[in-house]
């Protein structure tokens, strides 16, 4: 999978819910910050999808495991961004 570059971070990451939720937090469950986990993968996500015509063309791979890790945030981001 090709990697996307995390606004709020300034790094980039592989686009799978747990690296994300590995390099925002440690990965430890923290269900109160879920809206602004949700906010920085969806950010992520919407960068990685405005970037992909201006590079190189190549499809936006998304991985989700379907978890509701530290609240759902991740997923929530994954329904956002198809949506």
């Given at each position: 999978m090709p990697t996307?570059?995390?606004?709020a971070?300034?790094?980039?990451v592989v686009p799978m819910g747990y690296n994300l939720w590995?390099?925002?937090n440690g990965a430890k469950d923290q269900?109160?910050?879920?809206d602004e986990l949700a906010q920085v993968t969806l950010?992520?996500?919407?960068?990685?999808?405005?970037?992909a015509?201006?590079?190189?063309?190549?499809?936006l791979v998304?991985?989700?495991?379907?978890?509701?890790?530290s609240g759902g945030g991740f997923a929530r981001a994954v329904e956002e961004s198809m949506g």
């Open positions: 996307v570059t995390v606004p971070l300034g790094r980039t590995f390099v925002l269900p109160a910050r879920a950010g992520a996500y919407r960068a990685a999808y405005e970037s015509p201006a590079g190189n063309r190549a499809p998304v991985g989700n495991h379907f978890n509701d890790w």
